[in-house]
């Protein structure tokens, strides 16, 4: 019985591994739709979040069978329980992913990003899509260390979201109103799924040890 047990559980990471790879082509799709102003990659990025939407219902059924039916405890408790918040850290970087995909689709034909800040959405969105690559591996991995190359990836998203915000507030911006709310809206987007994808991998590292990365115990030094 506990063997079927934790091949459910394996199968439940798998999905988990799945939903981020999907978030990852989500997010490359949306930016390359608002570089592009391309209506058809817009409706691709909507239609994958929509897919990670329906993902979210099994793993959560799953999950929740998971611990009616078979009592865990301990560390399987931990690793039932994380994969459910998990979950909610997946599906809001869908939803993020979903938003930037429609202000790409609200604005075509027309360009929602002006070309002069371009290498900066360009620059967000290669960004957002490593992230959501590191956090599948750490999805797989549980190490702490590729735990943390998330969160140097996530200053540099910061960097950047700070770049684009005095873009738009500098004396010579000359995009226009609108662009500016949508660029103050998309920088948004942009950095909450950077925090969500470190989530992602803070909340692994704890399923894997039960330690947070910033709380695991000192690695003991090794003699030969």
């Not at 994380?82 to 938003?99: K, N, P, S, W, Y």
């Not at 109103?177 to 942009?190: F, I, K, M, N, Q």
């Not at 950095?191 to 399923?207: I, K, P, Q, S, Y």
């Amino acid at each position: 019985m506990r063997t079927r047990f934790h091949e459910n559980l394996d199968q439940l990471a798998e999905r988990l591994q799945a939903m981020c790879l999907r978030n990852r082509n989500a997010i490359a799709a949306a930016t390359n739709a608002l570089l592009g102003a391309d209506l058809e990659l817009s409706e691709q990025a909507i239609d994958i979040c929509h897919e990670i939407d329906a993902m979210r219902e099994d793993c959560e059924h799953t999950a929740v069978s998971l611990l009616a039916l078979e009592a865990p405890v301990a560390g399987e408790l931990r690793r039932v329980v994380t994969a459910i918040q998990l979950v909610g850290d997946l599906v809001r970087m869908a939803a993020l992913a979903e938003h930037i995909a429609n202000v790409a689709r609200r604005r075509h034909p027309e360009h929602a990003v002006p070309e002069t800040v371009r290498p900066l959405v360009s620059s967000m969105g290669a960004a957002a899509t490593a992230m959501a690559t590191g956090a599948a591996a750490v999805l797989t991995s549980g190490d702490p260390h590729d735990a943390a190359q998330l969160d140097a990836q996530d200053d540099t998203m910061d960097h950047l979201h700070q770049r684009l915000l005095a873009a738009i507030l500098a004396d010579d911006w000359t995009g226009g109103t609108a662009a500016a709310v949508d660029l103050t809206l998309l920088g948004r987007y942009y950095e909450r799924f950077a925090d969500h994808a470190v989530e992602v991998g803070r909340r692994t590292v704890f399923m894997a040890t039960g330690h947070l990365p910033e709380h695991l115990p000192p690695v003991e030094p090794t003699h030969d």
